[in-house]
């Protein structure tokens, strides 16, 4: 499995409301169209607000990020029919050319490499 997960956050000026309506009611409606390719799960979440922020991440760098969502495709194959060889052609949001702002990750099942707390990870 491959897991592509994005943090979003709506442009400057755009209240989340107004992202969230396009978001959830335009966007995402069309990227459902990945399933004829290879799509096998589309989930969404809304961030939580983190209370306080650290040293090295304000509170404010924490909380930029609005919704979490993850793609899942079955393995890379299905990634790229689903995103390169049948690009979507998505509509517009009516507030500016940018919908969303975002930063993506791609990780791999849901089996961790290590589990930090129970074992030492074994280097080269």
Known sequence: ???WVYLIK???GVSIEDGERWYLGTHTQEAKQMAEHGLVSYK???ALTAPVG???RSAEFLNQWVRVTEL???DWDAYRA???DAPIEYSGAPYGEKGFEYT???LGDEAPEY??????????
């Not at 589990?115 to 080269?124: A, I, K, N, T």
């Open 1 to 3: 499995m491959i897991r």
């Open 10 to 12: 709506y442009p400057e």
């Open 44 to 46: 969404t979440w809304r």
């Open 54 to 56: 650290t040293k090295s």
């Open 72 to 74: 899942v495709f079955r």
């Open 82 to 84: 689903s995103v390169i």
């Open 104 to 106: 993506t990750v791609f």
């Open 115 to 124: 589990d930090l707390l129970r074992e030492v990870p074994e280097l080269p």
